[in-house]
């Protein structure tokens, strides 16, 4: 709590006389949350009016505004590259916590993926030039552009607390966060659209097709359109692009998440023992394993991957194998889901053991994982929920019916106590922080501690001599020996636990971002709510679904390392 | 930041021994919170499956589920009051902000109209006691109780900072919060299905009563039900639980706030100086006004009123009248949002010559009343940007198609100045608090200070002896009696602002809370973007829009008291 301020600069470099404090800090950022809702909304507003058949938005209308928001946060970027370089003073301090490796690297990855989606993009819209509107092939070049910029930004100024125009610098990363949003927000609303139409011309039932879709998509299905999308290079761009589409909503959203704590980070004063170090051992960086945890994984993956691929074929192909697909589908969910949920049971069982003590200190990138945790788990929640009631309520007495139950119950039970393994992993201190295990006896210097925090804040006893030692070496390094093979048995449980949840949430991430819906091969749901709420339902849920689990990766990989 | 713990313990009664602190406290608030979301999201899933029509989910289910949850809150309470008359040690602190005297004040007139309408209710469910389930008729009595001990609960506990039982308390407050969560979705479902009925029978197009009705009203227009609701008695009822339905709204809002606030001071520890008083002085409760802001608002006020009844009664009434009574409505609300604005810039700009040390102390209350605040404006914002893209890319070239824009745009320009007048204000230091309003040129004692906050935390300089001091008071005493003009002026102004911006905000509360819905009557929004989404757009942000005002009310009350 009181750690800023309180004690001295952070080690390094000298740090600069700290500049006169702000007076109110909220009055700053309550002015850039302003400008960034207003924007948010106008953008929302823009995307879902467009998504809908009958209102006369059209998608143009949606691309200018992306684009416009793009250059302008790109323009900014570049302006606040170019003070920060002539003008060193204005980072004094450097948040250790924000952007590590793991996320710069994931949104690097990520990046990479949305410039070819980005290319793809430009080779479809280009193949019929003559009837489209320039914005459509300028905004994919556009994005290129914003992509590279912003990556290089946040590679370089993830950790950044600048301490130079406040106001200014608040207002831009809001705007660039806003506009990761909007970005966000029309790769989800053009997805579902793609779905919306593929379900559609499935199941060739007019009054299910309530998303409207591109006219150029229509075009080609329907082939009375005077754009036509009919040769192959077209064919494979336009695939292209939409299996390329998870990845650019992810970088959208690693962005956001990195430009969130940047925002918090403007102005803040950093104190010394800020975090102790939290540096992991790169030697040992993956050997202290037991193995069982990443096989059984990468088993799992393997499996799943191929479950995806069979359900995949057996849902787009004609003939009434939907039902085994879906059986299959099913059955594989629920024995991965059981085993997440026990590992992770397992986790938390072996922290109530653990003594090491609890991380208090302010950490906005910690808070922030905390709060996306538990926000994008809902998502998830209020899916299973609905099912849940459509199947009690509903009383389908058949196979299908069991399966989606059970699936439902077991993905609230693994959302939460995952939630519970992850948060409480994030909070635990470094390895090398654990008190002694049994608890001392004969306190040094007489003192007694009227809390474990305290204790740690000490420096370490020093070795009260005796007249008679049986024991030649320290009583630390006697209780290091004893402690160490305990100590190491549980952290390497702890590390085969987050790598097994993370191989496992990987294939949970990749099943419906790349394309399955359950949800609506189920005839379930859509008979008990009605085709349109229960689209409304998915289409709104899933994407946060989705992020949760890529969220998810990231903070297990941070588990990994830190445990 | 540092307020918590560092200094001694609260003034008043000799503060007991503290209990041992938390080990992790967000590890219980972790547990509480997902009790809370779990059942949130179930009976979210109820609710909304209820209201629609073609969804197998009876009211009756509703029903049952809300009568549960308010029995289970309703032990539980008994149980937290029992346990802290027994054992007055569990409270050692009272947090001074949580629960003001207009907050519960509030809560008390609330739950009185809610037991009002649990009387109607109770009445006309009994008018055709033979063809209802019990449920129907149990429901409203165990509301009244619930009502009756929460309120009690409240008024007697709102402060309380508990340290026994932490993570059993915590749960329970976030059940009692969950239950008032419910009945508050449940009491604007109902409303919605109500006012889509009344416009369905309007407009008696068959494709746009998309919401369901309970079949008891449904009965009452159809006549050939079998339980009518034909009496004059029935009718009453039936019209009277309807128009107290905003108040119920708003007692289980109130009681949201203030079971939040006491669930984050569940385990806290308070210092002394804790927010220097704030309280304020009663003799000159109601003196310090021009008048002027009280008088401009009253006539806002009344005038209002006229407007929204004449509004309802020429939109209900046959004629085509509507036109013209929307061109009154928007036209009195463009003047009310006008001068809203201007006044709330006025109130800002007057904040820029003004000395007050900001409020930098921890202050739960406070940060929801901000969070509330900002995140309740959405709501309308949302609703405000749909129309603005409806009017400029629909282009309806009128009267009403500019009036419609005009009061959109005046409605985000209101909420946004408000809202930044109020989050100022509150962060304002006491009026005693004002630093020398000329820098000081001879520091006390020869120290220079860096920030303001250093000179306030420390003890008045004493007057420094001279040899001929033309002065016989001391100069603090010259400096208060220069200084009390100013200041009152400055004083009195935010005090008539406040009173004004009160009052506006009450009429504005009135009209949509009691059912002036100009959203419907206007054909452009519903014409653009079709009935079923206009609709929910409106049912969903509008509920937050009413909210906004109310909490908007007992905030300006907070800042007219304090200024």
Redesign the interface.
């Known amino acids: 709590?009181?750690e800023?301020?309180?004690q001295g600069p952070k080690e390094g470099p000298p740090a600069p006389q700290p500049a006169?404090?702000e007076?109110?800090k909220?009055?700053g950022r309550?002015l850039s949350?302003?400008l960034a809702?207003?924007v948010l909304?106008?953008a929302?507003?823009?995307i879902s009016?467009g998504a809908?058949n009958?209102?006369?938005?059209y998608d143009t209308?949606v691309f200018a505004l992306l684009t416009t928001m793009m250059l302008a946060a790109a323009l900014w970027i570049l302006f606040y590259l170019l003070r920060t370089a002539r003008c060193p003073d204005a980072v004094p301090y450097r948040d250790t916590h924000a952007g590590p490796i793991w996320l710069r690297g994931g949104l690097v990855l990520f990046g990479i993926c949305t410039l070819v989606m980005d290319v793809f993009k430009t080779g479809y819209y280009s193949s019929f030039f003559e009837c489209q509107s320039a914005i459509k092939i300028l905004h994919p070049i556009i994005q290129a552009v914003f992509v590279i910029v912003q990556t290089y930004f946040l590679w370089v100024s993830a950790k950044d607390c600048i301490h130079a125009h406040l106001d200014l610098t608040r207002c831009g990363l809001m705007f660039t966060l806003t506009t990761n949003l909007a970005i966000w927000m029309a790769a989800v609303v053009d997805e579902s659209v793609h779905q919306a139409h593929s379900y559609g011309s499935s199941h060739s039932n007019a009054s299910h097709g309530r998303l409207t879709l591109d006219p150029e998509r229509a075009g080609s299905s329907v082939g009375g359109e005077p754009c036509p999308c009919d040769t192959a290079v077209c064919q494979i761009f336009q695939q292209g692009y939409f299996y390329l589409y998870p990845f650019n909503i992810e970088y959208s959203l690693f962005a956001s998440t990195m430009l969130y704590v940047m925002w918090k980070n403007v102005g803040r004063l950093l104190a010394s023992s800020h975090g102790h170090g939290h540096t992991p051992t790169r030697v040992s960086l993956f050997r202290e394993t037991f193995f069982a945890g990443p096989i059984l994984g990468l088993m799992l993956f393997v499996v799943g991957l191929a479950v995806f691929i069979i359900y995949e074929v057996q849902v787009s192909g004609e003939g009434g194998q939907t039902q085994q697909a879906l059986v299959l589908y099913y059955s594989f969910n629920i024995v991965c889901l059981g085993l997440m949920t026990v590992v992770s049971l397992g986790g938390s069982v072996i922290y109530r053991f653990d003594r090491r003590a609890?991380d208090h200190h302010k950490n906005p990138t910690r808070t922030l994982d905390?709060a996306l945790l538990?926000g994008a788990a809902?998502g998830q929640?209020?899916i299973s929920?609905?099912s849940?009631?459509a199947v009690v309520?509903?009383l389908p007495r058949d196979l299908l019916g069991g399966l989606n139950l059970a699936h439902a119950l077991l993905l609230?039970a693994q959302h939460?106590f995952q939630?519970?393994f992850i948060?409480?992993s994030l909070?635990r201190g470094p390895p090398g922080d654990e008190p002694q295990a049994t608890p001392p006896k004969e306190p040094c210097h007489g003192l007694t501690f009227?809390?474990?925090?305290a204790l740690h804040s000490l420096p370490a006893c020093p070795p009260t001599p005796r007249l008679v030692d049986p024991h030649p070496a320290s009583p630390q390094e006697a209780m290091a020996i004893i402690l160490a093979p305990r100590g190491h048995w549980r952290r390497r449980c702890l590390k085969d636990i987050s790598l097994f949840l993370l191989l496992c949430n990987v294939i949970l991430w990749v099943m419906p971002a790349f394309g399955a819906r359950p949800h609506f091969s189920n005839t379930v749901e859509v008979d008990?709510?009605?085709y349109?709420?229960w689209a409304a339902i998915v289409n709104i849920c899933l994407p946060f679904g989705i992020f949760y689990r890529m969220h998810a990766v990231s903070s297990l990989l941070e588990v990994y390392v830190l445990s």
């Open positions: 709590m009181s800023e301020l309180a006169p404090r007076v109110w909220k009055g309550l949350v302003l809702v207003n909304l106008l929302c507003t823009l009016g809908f009958k209102v006369a938005v209308d609890m905390v538990m809902l929640y209020a929920y609905y849940i009631v309520v509903g609230i939460t939630n519970v948060i409480e909070h009227a809390n474990l925090d008990f709510y009605g349109a709420l």
